[in-house]
């Protein structure tokens, strides 16, 4: 029998962990397929890692594992963990606030053993029920990443898909510090079906995601899978040069011909204004990739586990 592995990111999922449990099941109960619950708790600071042992206690016939990490390490971290303790045929990436239907992870499940020559499917949104503001953002995030980036986005792709197993051992094997999961999806190739799906309202609790962290999230996108920043840097500090060399050979034939009188304060100000600033951009472009750099020569590891916890197979 064929086992799937449910990733499942938590962070202060407190209310929503039995909820998740009790829907995957029932959507289950009737298919000839095994389930693998990989609960990741990322630093929780409300009861998400009790009811996690809860539910691991009350299930003791069932494969449920839980990675306690030290602290918060960001979805990120939960997914690549959740990924190199997942054993089954089959791992969805999936989040436990219900907005991300089970129901949508036998559908994706079903579609790979139709259809063979497919090692992937990703979930994305149609319509999207949010901020109109965030809603613009995203659209153009994809519309500049995709012209930036070395690899190719769908837009309003999610991390919820189902992946075959090699699909899992190729991203296992991307060991950067600094991860972007839709990046590495679209970076370790295989045929990936698009599976449009429709997110439901959360059970409990409220969102994690703010603006300004979809904002880091966005930059983060394009440092690690682009270096046309650094092109872009490059090119303006050439442009920058070539106008301030046109002004001083200018300045140089206006003072052999005509003469200058004691004047331009404003003009000066500003050029120095103008170019200091272009310098600081560039330097903040630079600053970005060797700060990434410095990083991953620490090889420290992405996330460090308190425990982990599990059912005991008799």
Sequence with gaps: ?????????CYNEEANIVYFHEETNKIF????????????????YDGTL????????????????????????????????????????YVSI???????????????????????????????????RENKIIAIFKKWFYH????????????????????KRKVVDAIIKMQEYYRFSKGIFSYVGFETYYMPYEVEKRK????KFSFIKLCKYAIDGIVSFSLVPLKIA???????????????????????????????????????LFFGGIQLIILGIIGAYLGRVYIETKRRPKYILEGVYKTEKK
């Design 1 to 9: 029998m064929e086992k799937i592995s449910l990733v499942i990111p």
């Design 29 to 44: 109960e009737k298919e000839k397929v095994k389930i693998e619950y990989v609960f990741i708790n990322d630093g929780s």
């Design 50 to 89: 009790l009811e996690m042992k809860k539910l691991i206690r009350k299930n003791p016939e069932e494969d449920i594992k839980c990675l306690n990490f030290s602290r918060n390490f960001g979805k990120e971290a939960a997914i690549i963990a959740g990924l190199e303790a997942s054993t089954g045929d």
């Design 94 to 128: 999936i989040d436990a606030d219900m907005q991300q239907n089970p129901k949508y992870v036998l559908k994706m499940y079903e579609f790979l053993k139709e259809n063979s020559e497919y090692d992937s499917v990703a979930c994305y949104q149609e319509k999207r």
């Design 144 to 163: 500049i990443i995709n012209r930036l980036s070395m690899v190719d986005y769908k837009e309003n792709a999610s991390d919820f898909r189902l992946l």
């Design 204 to 207: 409990y609790g409220k969102s």
């Design 234 to 272: 490059t090119f303006i500090g050439s442009i920058s040069f070539i106008a301030s060399l046109i002004y001083l050979i200018y300045i140089i034939i206006q003072k052999l011909t005509i003469g200058i009188e004691i004047s331009g304060y404003a003009t000066i100000v500003c050029l120095i």
